[in-house]
């Protein structure tokens, strides 16, 4: 089993900054792609970020040039620079990995965290 823990999270002003950070730890031999998701109060969850092992980022056209999807995969973390926030970026925001437990690659894992609230004021 793959464990996520995610934080940073908090109040913020419109126009500030905060750094998600997501902790993964457990059976962990390889990560193929770290994301970052999003949900408001009344919304369906939504990606924000993703960056895969290759190199590859995508981001949410709502936060593109604003928000930076970065990882450690030496530490196993992923953490997403959020500036220039908004009270519309106001959400819980979840971290997912997707990878193998082993090298094989016959155990996938699918792993989530708990969320950690992000509120923007205005």
């Known amino acids: 089993q793959v464990q996520l823990v995610e934080s940073g999270g908090g109040l913020v002003q419109a126009g500030g900054s905060l750094r998600l950070s997501c902790a993964a730890s457990g059976n962990i031999f390889s990560i193929n792609v770290m994301g970052w998701y999003r949900q408001a109060p009344g919304k369906q969850r939504e990606l924000v970020a993703i960056l895969t092992s290759g190199g590859s980022i995508h981001y949410a056209d709502s936060v593109t040039g604003r928000f930076t999807i970065f990882g450690d995969n030496a530490k196993n973390r992923v953490y997403l620079q959020m500036n220039s926030l908004k009270p519309e970026d106001t959400a819980v925001y979840y971290c997912?990995?997707?990878?193998?437990?082993?090298?094989?690659?016959?155990?996938?894992?699918?792993?989530w965290g708990q969320g950690t609230q992000v509120f923007v004021s205005s």
């Open positions: 997912n990995l997707k990878g193998y437990s082993d090298r094989y690659q016959t155990s996938p894992y699918d792993s």
